[in-house]
């Protein structure tokens, strides 16, 4: 079965500072989808990033990256130039590039608490 | 932008008594999702629905839950007898197609008591 880990319950940043949060993923599949997704204190989920497995050039979305080492079943999560607004719980998330039902598999997340 | 839509956003029923969660999906997508998020915790699949049929289920989502999609526009969540372990976030989410990345609706706090 699919498994997503994510290793850090917690971090921090400075404002305006860079931090790059963890995932890795078991699968044995070639063909998937890797996404990052936002949780604020509202408790809305938010889609930050999302990458397909087929492309080996790592996704970008403005202060958002991603490196993405599908040997390694690594997908990592960079946020540049770190704000306020970007507090929140952020969960990594796989689905199968085959299935037929798009079904999400969430990560325990990481809660990022971004410092004034 | 479209969202989905989510109704009540927080709703308290006593042990045993049956709830119905709303959620009004993104007008063209195709696949339909609930998701549970008990606090503190992470982010569970309950259920997909596509072509006005469950797709998939997990184990969670066992003979108190049911799905309804009965008029084309809605798509509800029925707990026939709710337990205090139903308290939790429930997510609505839609697809327009797989691999695309879901839009979440803003969640049900469901409180049983």
């Known amino acids: 079965a699919q498994t997503v880990t994510q290793s850090q319950p917690e971090m921090s940043v400075q404002e305006a500072e860079t931090v790059t949060l963890s995932c890795t993923y078991d699968?044995?599949?070639?063909?998937?989808?890797l996404f990052w997704y936002k949780q604020p204190p509202s408790r809305q989920m938010i889609l930050v990033i999302r990458?397909?497995?087929?492309?080996?050039q790592n996704a970008t979305e403005n202060r958002f990256s991603v490196n993405f080492q599908k040997a390694a079943k690594s997908f990592s999560l960079k946020i540049s130039d770190s704000q306020l607004g970007d507090t929140a719980m952020y969960f990594c998330?796989?689905?199968?590039?085959?299935?037929?039902?798009?079904?999400?598999?969430f990560g325990q997340g990481t809660t990022l608490q971004v410092k004034p | 932008e479209p969202e989905v839509t989510q109704t009540p956003s927080h709703q308290v029923t006593q042990m045993g008594q049956e709830v119905i969660l709303r959620c009004v999906p993104i007008s063209n997508h195709l696949y339909f999702y609930w998701y549970r998020q008990i606090l503190g915790q992470k982010v569970e699949f309950l259920v997909s629905?596509?072509?006005?049929?469950?797709?998939?289920k997990s184990e969670i989502f066992d003979d108190q839950f049911s799905v309804e999609r009965p008029d084309g526009s809605n798509f509800t969540l029925k707990i026939r007898s709710t337990k205090l372990e139903d308290s939790a976030m429930y997510f609505c989410?839609?697809?327009?197609?797989?691999?695309?990345?879901?839009?979440f609706g803003s969640g049900t706090r469901l409180t049983v008591v």
């Open positions: 989410a839609s697809s327009a197609r797989q691999g695309g990345g879901y839009t």
């Open positions: 629905f596509y072509n006005n049929e469950i797709s998939e």
């Open positions: 990458q397909e497995a087929y492309k080996q």
């Open positions: 699968t044995s599949e070639s063909n998937y989808y």
């Open positions: 998330a796989f689905q199968h590039g085959s299935s037929n039902t798009g079904k999400l598999i």
